[in-house]
């Protein structure tokens, strides 16, 4: 024990920024994993819902003066408003048109954060956005541990869907749509239910990195922490919730953890070359991965070994 | 009428790229089904070689367009030979095809800029003369972006109602598998229209990048836009591609239309907005495609 | 009689310009068990079909009246809506969920859509202690591979389609080919489940080309062919017509 509070707390200051992007992407993969992994929504526009969550609390806590629960809960009310609004959109257009609308929304979002010069302070910034409490100088670590709490709460809370009516339902939605229709199942209001309810939960998570980044640029809002997500979901396995897991650990974990802050990289390698190679690598990883392990590292979903037989069984 | 002519003239110079990008990645969305956002590189590389063609080995800009084309042109078809052939065939579900796009796109932007530098780059090209059309002023290079837009349509449409390879793809493109059971070799002619679709691209890239500067994200900060044209233009029949360039062009002018009342920013945001409410509206056509 | 029926009128539908359905007044389920003939192209599960509201109708109406209820014209209702009204209908082409075992498949038809909401994720085991007994009747009558894994051939899949459809305990049971590549004993059990279901109350409508069971289980024969309902009447009625039937089937099947 001594030895993990030594490493959280002795650590410097980019470990800690690290390990909390680590858990973060953990979360917005879960939530992916709802909706692309089950139900089939292949939904591009994580940033979009992560950014609205994060901007929304920042403006409401700096340019309005929130108190920091209220703005923390109406910044995830309103991702999960655009959820239900996108959801609508989506939820009867094909993977073309999911596609479009997920990225239009995205980019709607940069472009607010940009554009709103009055609110958000666009490319020059907004901030100061502190901790909402101070444990003192290590304050980072703390939030990172309330980071994991609310992402073990997810993660929880996805394993428990896949045992629950709820998750048969929403596996029967991304196999077979039709299907389900035809049996009474009303599948254009389960999926905008569940895209407001992950979005919302997406823009939480983009809310509380507020505090941790301290500084909001629309430089955050980038295509880049989606593909990071996509990349950890694909990797890990998108049928199963662990894979949200394993994947992020092998990317973000690699990338930004391990090599960052245990390796000696050259500092202009490092500052300029280093980010576009991972980046190369997160894109190769795809195109490999969807070509030849499609399922990932952890496979399909194994229902055969899930399901509750019953008093007979 | 000043404010719609100016809409006009600007929305269809300025904008012209757009559609013939637009119809470069329709021609693989009408042949394979496929929305390939990598196409953005072959836009960008296009860009890129045309730049160098004409900064590095001396071309006027109209000899770097051949090379952009060309170049664009081999591009696509290599992706099309090392990814989405071998992709198709492993029978790879619609939204994998399009995170496998992605990958590829994030792949090559980033690649690019270890070969080019991550800096704007520009064409060496003499200031252009201005021409007035409509009161407003345009360049040679617009006009001919705007000519080429319409030649390729013509010509695409020649091609594929009036002759017969064009018939082959139409068949190819509506029902693959009996087009090959008749003899139609898919490879050939697909590998013909991938090459087209990246000179589409390639050309539009190097008007982008001769107008204002070659940057490694020129063709993907534009892709969502094209994309949009394509699947709202949408379906795989033949009238497509018509469709795609009208709804291109018109695309161009509502934006310059936007532009010229309020600012970019939030111009485009309002195209956007345009763009789904049209994509929500033509949704209800998808009911029936099953068979449940 | 007094069970659920279905009135088209005035329905037609084109596919690009080729007119595949037209019928000007069909009554369906007046009868506990009614066959729908014809031949291939003939129209009959595009009729279902837009019964069941997955296709738009181009024209006319199409009600649904249950005893004791008002009627509802399900040609503007949505899909969804309509199988929870009492009418459902099985697939003539094998549909399946892939991701989901036998247990599931049939699970998620019994299941209420008040227990498959997100907020209800501790509910699995009341919903399995409500809905096993009927489910486990259904395995123990016919033996799957493997209950608890997945179908694994057409045979059960199709199968596994009528099991769901039964589950939901309609009021009117569209089967559109239902014995098309089920063993005879799985049919003869099929058969069996139907006919019961029947004399309890439910209106069963019978697409088939096996003719022998038409004849055999039905009380009223439907014969359909390029769109449009060419005859009508008792089993024996429609046979007789056997130069009518001949012309569109091709002899022999008389």
């Not at chain 1, 399909?300 to 070994?305: A, K, L, Q």
């Amino acid at each position: 024990m001594n030895g993990l509070w030594d490493f959280l707390f002795g650590s410097p200051a980019f470990l800690t920024f690290g390990l909390y992007t680590v858990v973060m992407v953990i979360g917005l993969a879960l939530l992916l994993h709802l909706q692309m992994g089950l139900a089939g929504i292949g939904n591009f526009g994580v940033v979009g819902f992560w950014g609205l969550g994060m901007y929304g609390f920042g403006v409401l806590v700096v340019t309005y003066e929130w108190p920091y629960l209220g703005a923390l809960l109406a910044a995830t009310a309103l991702a999960g408003v655009a959820g239900v609004v996108v959801g609508w959109l989506v939820a009867d257009l094909d993977t073309d048109g999911v596609l479009g609308a997920t990225l239009s929304f995205a980019t709607i979002v940069l472009l607010l954060a940009d554009g709103e010069r009055d609110l958000t302070g666009g490319q020059v910034g907004l901030g100061t956005i502190d901790f909402p409490f101070d444990v003192g100088a290590r304050t980072d670590v703390a939030w990172l541990g309330v980071l994991t709490a609310i992402v073990g709460a997810i993660l929880y809370y996805v394993r428990r869907v896949h045992r629950s009516p709820y998750g048969r339902l929403l596996i029967a939605v991304g196999d077979n749509e039709a299907l389900a229709t035809s049996l009474g199942k009303a599948t254009f209001r389960s999926k905008m239910l569940l895209l407001a309810l992950t979005s919302a939960a997406m823009g939480l998570l983009g809310a509380l990195y507020a505090s941790m980044s301290h500084f909001l640029f629309p430089s955050h809002v980038d295509v880049r922490l989606t593909i990071a997500v996509v990349v950890a979901l694909v990797l890990g396995g998108s049928r199963q919730p662990l894979g949200a897991v394993v994947g992020a650990l092998l990317t973000v974990g690699l990338f930004d953890v391990v090599i960052k802050v245990y390796v000696r990289l050259p500092p202009d390698f490092a500052e300029q070359a280093y980010p576009k190679f991972q980046q190369m690598v997160y894109g190769g990883l795809l195109i490999v991965l969807l070509l030849f392990r499609p399922l990932g590292l952890l496979g399909d979903m194994r229902r055969d070994r899930l399901s509750k037989r019953g008093r007979h069984g | 009428m000043d404010y719609f002519a100016d809409a006009l003239v600007i929305g269809l110079t300025e904008q012209g790229p757009l559609a013939l990008a637009a119809m470069g990645l329709a021609l693989i969305y009408y042949l394979n089904g496929i929305i390939n956002v990598a196409y953005a590189e072959t836009i960008t590389l296009g860009a890129y070689f045309g730049m160098w063609a004409n900064t590095t080995l001396g071309m006027n800009f109209y000899g770097s367009l051949v090379v952009a084309g060309a170049v664009a042109g081999g591009i696509s078809v290599a992706t099309y030979g090392l990814i989405f052939r071998p992709a198709l065939r492993r029978h790879v579900g619609t939204l994998e095809v399009i995170i496998i796009s992605f990958g590829l796109s994030v792949f090559l932007r980033h690649g690019l800029q270890f070969v080019f530098g991550y800096l704007a780059r520009f064409y060496d090209v003499p200031s252009p003369t201005f021409t007035s059309v409509l009161g407003v002023g345009v360049t040679r290079f617009q006009i001919i972006a705007v000519g080429l837009v319409v030649a390729l349509g013509l010509a695409l449409y020649v091609f594929i109602q009036r002759t017969d390879p064009g018939q082959r793809i139409r068949a190819l493109a509506s029902d693959a598998q009996l087009a090959e059971v008749s003899g139609i070799d898919p490879r050939r002619v697909t590998v013909l229209m991938w090459f087209v679709a990246g000179v589409a691209g390639g050309l539009a890239g190097a008007f982008w990048g001769v107008a204002s500067s070659v940057q490694p994200d020129l063709g993907f900060s534009r892709i969502l836009l094209i994309l949009l044209v394509v699947v709202v233009a949408g379906g795989r029949n033949a009238s497509s591609l018509w469709r795609v360039q009208a709804v291109g062009l018109a695309a161009g002018v509502l934006l310059s239309a936007l532009t010229l009342r309020i600012d970019p920013l939030h111009a485009q945001i309002w195209l956007l907005v345009a763009f789904l409410v049209v994509l929500k509206a033509r949704a209800q056509q998808t009911i029936g495609a099953g068979q449940v | 009689m007094g069970g659920a029926t279905v009135r088209i009128e005035g329905v037609t539908k084109a596919f690009g310009g080729r007119t595949v359905v037209d019928v000007p007044e069909l009554v369906l389920g007046a009868h506990p068990i009614e066959g729908l003939i014809g031949p291939n192209g003939a129209g009959k599960t595009t009729l279902m079909r837009l019964v069941m509201h997955s296709i738009p109708i181009d024209s006319g109406s199409i009600t649904f009246t249950t005893p004791g209820r008002d009627s509802v014209v399900v040609s503007s209702r949505h899909p969804h809506e309509i199988p929870p009204l009492g009418m459902v209908k099985t697939n003539q082409v094998i549909q399946d969920f892939r991701s989901l075992t036998i247990w599931d498949s049939l699970l998620l038809a019994a299941t209420a859509a008040s227990d498959e909401r997100p907020n209800r994720i501790f509910s699995e085991r009341s919903v399995v202690r409500e809905h096993e007994d009927e489910i486990h009747a259904y395995l123990d009558k016919f033996e799957f591979d493997d209950p608890y894994g997945y179908a694994r051939s057409g045979g059960e899949k199709k199968l596994l389609d009528i099991l769901r459809c039964l589950l939901l305990k309609p009021q009117m049971l569209l089967l559109d080919e239902p014995t098309a590549g089920l063993p005879e004993d799985v049919t003869a059990r099929v058969m069996e489940l139907i006919v019961e279901r029947a004399t309890v109350g439910t209106s069963v409508v019978l697409v088939e080309h096996d003719l022998d069971l038409v004849w055999h289980l039905s009380q009223y024969v439907h014969f359909m062919a390029e769109g449009r309902v060419q005859l009508q009447g008792p089993p024996s009625e429609v046979r007789a017509h056997a130069t009518v039937i001949e012309k569109y089937l091709g002899g022999g099947h008389a």
